[in-house]
């Protein structure tokens, strides 16, 4: 006899089987989204009546399914990109999606014949671009580096707002009733208003504290296990802890926490060995979660309603894109004017068809309640439902699939195929190292014989001078590689230089103004590299730090730089 727990056993292992079919079909035919395929697949599922017996709701997305895409997505996020993005993620997924949602709200009431309140709450389920379509879409697709940093950024971070948003416009629905209209007064606005400054910024600080609680523990162990361990409760812990104790946001509290523990966590408290382990381990469950989420989007579609509503959908597809539009050209061109490192045209569009409408809006629209408080049915509850998953479909099938070909036809390269080789040799370069180091410290330990030890420092430092010279002929046919080696190269030691003198001061050291100037001085450089100019040269001095010229004013020559080193 089938009991409750075998019967899920065999729905998840169905949603499984049909994956695997996919991911073989896929493998097959190449150059075709794995994520997408998926989703079409539960589409035909779903049209053919095939039914897996799980059933898709709002607590599963939001507090089973997203909490891991969303930690993995920032855990792997490059920091030092992400904070040098800043202005124009910050500028998107905070004011660019409020006024989106204002622009949508007040046109759609005339376009879909909804009340005011109605089409608000639309927009704000809608708008907010979905980390899970976008990340797993830009992976596959390997966009570059940048462009990938300002969607994904965007991404992670405006769902936080549009949660807020979207809680805050539906318990006015609740109040206003099955009319759906209510006065916003200026009392109302700043309510709302402060309601979303106090859920993102509350959702930072519980993010920034468990993942320093985390950090801590994880920098005195060195046991790799109980440390994916402790990821997981940062995952989900911080997300609960936000979202349901403290009723800040749960989606920024975890995008912090794996910004944190994914940056300065692997920097400073983790053993190669620890960060194999819980990178592959996160990698493996965002697959498997994206495998799942996907397969029941499309499963879950409800494809008669979408007929029926077929007018409203066309109508809501073509405003969300042109919305997206509205906010994106002007914003990105209004920051280029007091940036150095400008947002391309070209990204600019990417970033408009790019904004994918996925798993995040399909959550909430699931958690509309049937009924009011007053018991009379939730107005427009079945064309919102219609309406959300038509856009979603369009955006994720349409957009998803064309998104290759925006960037060819663009011109925007994703990586050469010299670029692809560097990489592969740095990779290489890396693991030959630290296998050299793990000889060492068995030997040292006696766990390895000294003529075993031989042979095998023998042979990967035999490779390692191959790969050596490997790259440094390959840095010297591609000069623009070897530029951004150096960029990449002096960011992360520029860092390094600003850490050592924050200690420095912390510990008394250096004055508080010391420390200032010697920050300020580092921030320069650091913005010379952010613009593309190196201050490292071969044969000269790019750059001639401040303490030279106080060390010269007191008469201390070895301060002074030589003439073939000031000329330019």
Same mark, same amino acid.
């Given at each position: 006899m089938v009991t409750g727990i075998e019967t899920e056993l065999l729905n998840l292992l169905s949603v499984f089987i049909l994956a695997a079919g996919v991911g073989v079909v896929v493998a097959k035919v190449g150059?075709?989204?794995? @994520? &997408?395929?998926l989703l079409l697949a539960g589409l035909a599922a779903s049209i053919l009546g095939v039914q897996f017996g799980i059933e898709l709701s709002h607590d599963i997305i939001l507090l089973v399914l997203l909490p891991p895409l969303l930690f993995e997505g920032a855990a792997t996020t490059d920091l030092e990109q992400f904070r040098r993005n800043l202005p124009p993620i910050l500028a998107l997924a905070v004011p660019g999606l409020i006024i989106s949602v204002l622009i949508l709200g007040v046109v759609g009431e005339a376009a879909f014949d909804f009340p005011l309140l109605i089409a608000l709450l639309f927009a704000s389920m809608i708008l907010p671009t979905d980390p899970v379509s976008v990340l797993a879409l830009f992976e596959e697709l390997g966009a570059p580096e940048r462009l990938a @940093? &300002? !969607? $994904?950024g965007e991404s992670l971070l405006n769902d936080g707002v549009g949660v807020v948003v979207f809680t805050a416009l539906l318990a006015l629905v609740e109040e206003a009733g099955q009319s759906g209209d209510i006065a916003f007064t200026s009392d109302l606005v700043v309510d709302v208003g402060l309601e979303i400054v106090v859920s993102s910024v509350g959702g930072t600080v519980v993010g920034l504290v468990a993942g320093y609680? !985390?950090?801590r523990v994880m920098i005195n162990l060195d046991e790799h296990m109980t440390e994916i361990v402790l990821t997981a409760i940062l995952a989900y812990g911080s997300f609960l802890l936000a979202e349901h104790y403290v009723g800040v946001s749960g989606v920024i509290a975890t995008v912090v926490a794996g910004l944190f523990i994914g940056n300065k966590g692997a920097e400073y408290a983790m053993s190669p060995q620890t960060k194999i382990s819980i990178f592959n381990t996160w990698e493996t469950a965002a697959f498997i979660v994206n495998t799942f989420i996907f397969v029941a989007i499309g499963t879950a579609t409800p494809v008669n309603q979408l007929? %029926?509503?077929g007018r409203l959908i066309l109508v809501a597809i073509v405003l969300v894109v042109v919305v997206r539009a509205i906010i994106v050209y002007p914003i990105t061109t209004l920051l280029n004017q007091f940036q150095s490192n400008d947002v391309s045209l070209s990204y600019q569009h990417v970033m408009v068809w790019g904004g994918l409408h996925g798993s995040i809006p399909i959550a909430?629209? *699931?958690g509309l309640p049937a009924t009011l408080p007053s018991g009379t049915p939730f107005p427009f509850r079945e064309e919102l439902r219609a309406m959300v998953f038509g856009v979603a479909a369009f955006s994720l099938i349409v957009q998803g699939l064309s998104m290759g070909r925006l960037l060819n036809g663009l011109g925007i390269v994703t990586r050469s195929p010299a670029a692809e080789l560097y990489e592969l040799l740095v990779g290489r370069a890396r693991a030959v190292d630290s296998a050299l180091d793990a000889a060492e410290e068995l030997e040292s330990a006696g766990e390895l014989s000294a003529s075993t030890y031989e042979e095998f420092t023998t042979e990967y430092e035999r490779e390692k001078a191959d790969l050596d010279t490997a790259i440094r002929e390959l840095l010297d046919e591609h000069p623009d590689i070897r530029h951004q080696e !150096? *960029?990449?190269g002096e960011r992360r030691v520029l860092q390094r230089e600003k850490s050592a003198i924050m200690d420095a001061t912390r510990s008394g050291v250096i004055s508080d103004d010391v420390g200032d100037r010697l920050m300020e001085e580092v921030d320069l450089k650091l913005d010379r590299v952010n613009s593309g100019e190196t201050t490292v040269r071969e044969h %000269? $001095?790019?750059? $001639? $730090?401040?303490?030279? @010229?106080r060390a010269a004013e007191f008469g201390i020559a070895a301060a002074a730089l030589d003439e073939d080193e000031t000329e330019e």
């Open positions: 150059n075709f989204p794995y @994520t &997408i395929a @940093t &300002i !969607v $994904e609680l !985390v950090y007929l %029926e509503h909430l629209v *699931l !150096v *960029l990449a %000269e $001095e790019g750059y $001639e $730090e401040f303490w030279r @010229t």
